[in-house]
C-alpha cells in the first residue's frame, strides 16, 4: 500500500481504536506516516472537523514511540514493591512506571508505537501480547484512550528483524505493507519544507521520465559498507545541501548517503539546476522571464517557485504560469495550492481555474 493510502488509513484506525501493523524496508517512512497521521486527527480537534471521541476524556492526542528491542520482558510487569493495604497489612505488588503508566492513566488519545517491534527478543513481544490485545496487565488496565500500532522491516532486510511471534501478530486488525512512491513523497516534501527543491525537482524529473525504475526507494541489503536510496535517505541529501559542505566534496557525500548510480546521477542533475532560470527573476518579470525547453530544467524552475510561494509571490507566479503549456501550468498551480491552500481564494487563482474548469484541486 503507497505511503499516502497508509496514512489515511491509519487516521481511521485510530478513531476506530484499531491495532496496525506497518511492514516495509528501511527508510521507507514508517514511524513519519504515524506522526503524519497524528498531526492530522490534532489540526481536526482544533477546527472541529473531527470530533471528539466517547471514550476519552480530553480532545488531544499524543504518540508514545516504544524501542522494544532495548525493552526487558518484565518492563510490563512494573516494579515490585510492597505497599500497605487499607487493613494495614503489608503486600507486594508490581507498581507500572515509565511507558505503562502512561497507557494506564492516558485521558486522552494515545497511539503507542511499539517501533522496530521485529527486532525485540520473543519475550519482549511475548510481554506485549495481553496488553495489546486483553488491554490489562498485573491488574491494571490499559485505557481507552489508547491505540497500539507496530513497525518493523523484512526478516530479509538485514535488520536484525528475527520475525513476529504467530500469537502477537494476531493482535493487529491488519498486516500493511508500506510502499514508497516518488508521486506521495514529493507531495509531503513540498508541504513539509523539510526539503531542498532540488531534491524534489529531481525526483518529479525522474518520476515522470524513467518509470520503470524507482529511483526515490530502491533498498538492497548489503553487508558491504554501502548505501541503497529510501526516502530517509534523500532527506539526507537535502540536508548535505543545506549545510554547506564544500563543492568539491558533494559528489562523494552524495554517493555517501544514496548509492553510487544515484549520488551521481544527482550530482549531474545539480549542475543543470544552479544553471536555470533563478526564481528571484521570474518573480520580478514574469510575463518576459524564460521558459525553459529542456524538461529537467523546467521540472526544477517550477519546483522552486513552488517553494517561495506565498501571497505575496502567487501573482507573478499565476501570470508565469499561463504562458506555460496546460500541462505544466496545472502542475505549477496544483503544488502552489497545496503549498499554501490560502491562494485558493486569490483572484489569480479563481480566474486561473475557471480556464481549467476540468481540473479538480
Same mark, same amino acid.
Given at each position: 500500500?503507497?505511503?499516502?493510502?497508509?496514512?489515511?488509513?491509519?487516521?481511521?484506525?485510530?478513531?476506530?481504536?484499531?491495532? *496496525?501493523? %506497518?511492514?516495509?524496508?528501511?527508510?521507507? &517512512? /514508517? @514511524? #513519519?506516516? !504515524?506522526?503524519?497521521?497524528?498531526?492530522?486527527?490534532?489540526?481536526?480537534?482544533?477546527?472541529?472537523?473531527?470530533?471528539?471521541?466517547?471514550?476519552?476524556?480530553?480532545?488531544?492526542?499524543?504518540?508514545?514511540?516504544?524501542?522494544?528491542?532495548?525493552?526487558?520482558?518484565?518492563?510490563?510487569?512494573? *516494579?515490585? %514493591?510492597?505497599?500497605?493495604?487499607?487493613? &494495614? /497489612? @503489608? #503486600?507486594? !505488588?508490581?507498581?507500572?512506571?515509565?511507558?505503562?503508566?502512561?497507557?494506564?492513566?492516558?485521558?486522552?488519545?494515545?497511539?503507542?508505537?511499539?517501533?522496530?517491534?521485529?527486532?525485540?527478543?520473543?519475550?519482549?513481544?511475548?510481554?506485549?501480547?495481553?496488553?495489546?490485545?486483553?488491554?490489562?496487565?498485573?491488574?491494571?488496565?490499559?485505557?481507552?484512550?489508547?491505540?497500539?500500532?507496530?513497525?518493523?522491516?523484512?526478516?530479509?532486510?538485514?535488520?536484525?528483524?528475527?520475525?513476529?511471534?504467530?500469537?502477537?501478530?494476531?493482535?493487529?486488525?491488519?498486516?500493511?505493507?508500506?510502499?514508497?512512491?516518488?508521486?506521495?513523497?514529493?507531495?509531503?516534501?513540498?508541504?513539509?519544507?523539510?526539503?531542498?527543491?532540488?531534491?524534489?525537482?529531481?525526483?518529479?524529473?525522474?518520476?515522470?521520465?524513467?518509470?520503470?525504475?524507482?529511483?526515490?526507494?530502491?533498498?538492497?541489503?548489503?553487508?558491504?559498507?554501502?548505501?541503497?536510496?529510501?526516502?530517509?535517505?534523500?532527506?539526507?541529501?537535502?540536508?548535505?545541501?543545506?549545510?554547506?559542505?564544500?563543492?568539491?566534496?558533494?559528489?562523494?557525500?552524495?554517493?555517501?548517503?544514496?548509492?553510487?548510480?544515484?549520488?551521481?546521477?544527482?550530482?549531474?542533475?545539480?549542475?543543470?539546476?544552479?544553471?536555470?532560470?533563478?526564481?528571484?527573476?521570474?518573480?520580478?518579470?514574469?510575463?518576459?522571464?524564460?521558459?525553459?525547453?529542456?524538461?529537467?530544467?523546467?521540472?526544477?524552475?517550477?519546483?522552486?517557485?513552488?517553494?517561495?510561494?506565498?501571497?505575496?509571490?502567487?501573482?507573478?507566479?499565476?501570470?508565469?504560469?499561463?504562458?506555460?503549456?496546460?500541462?505544466?501550468?496545472?502542475?505549477?498551480?496544483?503544488?502552489?495550492?497545496?503549498?499554501?491552500?490560502?491562494?485558493?481564494?486569490?483572484?489569480?487563482?479563481?480566474?486561473?481555474?475557471?480556464?481549467?474548469?476540468?481540473?479538480?484541486?
Amino acid at each position: 500500500m503507497r505511503t499516502k493510502k497508509v496514512s489515511q488509513v491509519l487516521v481511521q484506525a485510530i478513531l476506530n481504536r484499531d491495532s *496496525l501493523l %506497518f511492514i516495509g524496508d528501511p527508510g521507507v &517512512g /514508517k @514511524s #513519519e506516516i !504515524v506522526d503524519q497521521a497524528v498531526s492530522f486527527i490534532e489540526r481536526g480537534f482544533a477546527d472541529g472537523t473531527i470530533l471528539q471521541p466517547s471514550w476519552i476524556k480530553t480532545k488531544a492526542i499524543k504518540s508514545l514511540f516504544i524501542h522494544a528491542v532495548i525493552s526487558d520482558p518484565t518492563d510490563a510487569k512494573g *516494579l515490585p %514493591f510492597v505497599v500497605v493495604s487499607k487493613e &494495614g /497489612k @503489608s #503486600e507486594a !505488588v508490581f507498581l507500572p512506571f515509565g511507558d505503562l503508566l502512561e497507557m494506564i492513566n492516558a485521558n486522552y488519545l494515545l497511539v503507542v508505537v511499539l517501533d522496530d517491534f521485529g527486532q525485540a527478543p520473543a519475550l519482549v513481544q511475548a510481554s506485549f501480547m495481553q496488553i495489546v490485545r486483553a488491554r490489562r496487565i498485573n491488574g491494571h488496565t490499559i485505557s481507552d484512550g489508547v491505540v497500539f500500532v507496530a513497525c518493523t522491516n523484512k526478516r530479509g532486510d538485514n535488520a536484525g528483524v528475527q520475525g513476529i511471534l504467530e500469537p502477537m501478530k494476531d493482535r493487529f486488525m491488519s498486516l500493511i505493507n508500506v510502499e514508497s512512491h516518488w508521486q506521495d513523497w514529493c507531495e509531503w516534501a513540498t508541504l513539509s519544507g523539510r526539503v531542498k527543491p532540488e531534491v524534489i525537482a529531481y525526483h518529479r524529473w525522474c518520476g515522470n521520465n524513467d518509470k520503470d525504475k524507482n529511483h526515490l526507494s530502491n533498498f538492497r541489503p548489503t553487508r558491504e559498507m554501502t548505501r541503497s536510496p529510501s526516502p530517509r535517505a534523500w532527506e539526507y541529501m537535502s540536508d548535505i545541501l543545506s549545510h554547506n559542505y564544500p563543492l568539491d566534496c558533494l559528489r562523494e557525500m552524495f554517493v555517501g548517503a544514496v548509492g553510487e548510480e544515484e549520488g551521481n546521477a544527482f550530482y549531474s542533475f545539480l549542475s543543470q539546476y544552479r544553471d536555470l532560470v533563478h526564481p528571484d527573476v521570474i518573480l520580478s518579470n514574469p510575463e518576459q522571464a524564460d521558459i525553459p525547453t529542456n524538461p529537467s530544467v523546467l521540472w526544477s524552475v517550477l519546483t522552486a517557485l513552488v517553494a517561495r510561494v506565498n501571497s505575496k509571490t502567487f501573482p507573478a507566479i499565476s501570470k508565469y504560469a499561463g504562458r506555460l503549456a496546460p500541462e505544466w501550468s496545472v502542475f505549477l498551480m496544483t503544488d502552489c495550492a497545496r503549498k499554501d491552500s490560502t491562494i485558493k481564494k486569490t483572484k489569480p487563482f479563481v480566474e486561473w481555474s475557471i480556464k481549467h474548469s476540468d481540473v479538480q484541486i
